[in-house]
């Protein structure tokens, strides 16, 4: 019987969620592999666009895969957002907002969402985020049990408060405490560490 292996890795900014760059204009980018010794058949499940940072896991499963990506398992992200989030702003969040997808307009589902009081610990990004002199930013954090296309981001955007900084957190039970970005970890069974 095949013995599949699985990942956690926290991705870092400025990496794109795949193993295989299939992009001819863009050729230098980075790519998941560049992280460790994966197998052969390695998959990302779900994915982080390249900005985004935070927890991905990776398997040699696609059961294991279909499964986490279903809307059985919360994914939670932080998003350090522009501007200071008004209260009515995280009620639309919950409550469903539209925004526009490959196959046209898409009404999200309900949330929760809530404004995080601290700062984050989170690693330093790669990148700068602009600082207080530019205004004041605010971090929230949603959870959500679907995964559209750079879903949050346009979650955001649409109450007026685009996204800085975006950071999964959580997918199930596992969480990205105490991973450094770049930091890839063995895990024995996903469906078990995210049920």
Known sequence: MEQHRHFILF??????SQFVNNQTKRTKKKLLGELG????????????????????????????SEFIRSNKVEKE????????????????????????????PYIT???????LVETPQLPER???IRDERHGPTSWVSITLTEGKFRQV????????????????VRI???????LQ?????????????TC
């Open 172 to 178: 199930g039970k596992i969480t990205i405490e105490n």
């Open 153 to 168: 981001r346009k979650m955001t955007a649409i109450v007026g408060y685009p996204t800085l900084r975006l950071v999964r």
């Open 11 to 16: 991705k870092p900014f400025g990496y794109l």
């Open 109 to 115: 589902k309900n949330c929760t969402v809530k404004k």
């Open 37 to 64: 010794d994966f197998p052969e058949n390695t998959m990302a499940i779900g994915r982080l666009d390249e900005p985004s940072e935070g927890l991905l896991l990776l398997t040699t499963n696609g059961k294991v």
């Open 77 to 104: 992200y932080y998003a350090q957002v522009d501007g200071l989030i008004s209260d009515d702003a995280i009620e639309k969040l919950k409550n469903g907002v539209e925004i526009s997808t490959e196959t046209g």
């Open 181 to 193: 970005a770049g930091e890839v970890k063995e895990a024995p069974n996903l469906v078990t560490l």
């Open 126 to 128: 790669a990148k700068k």
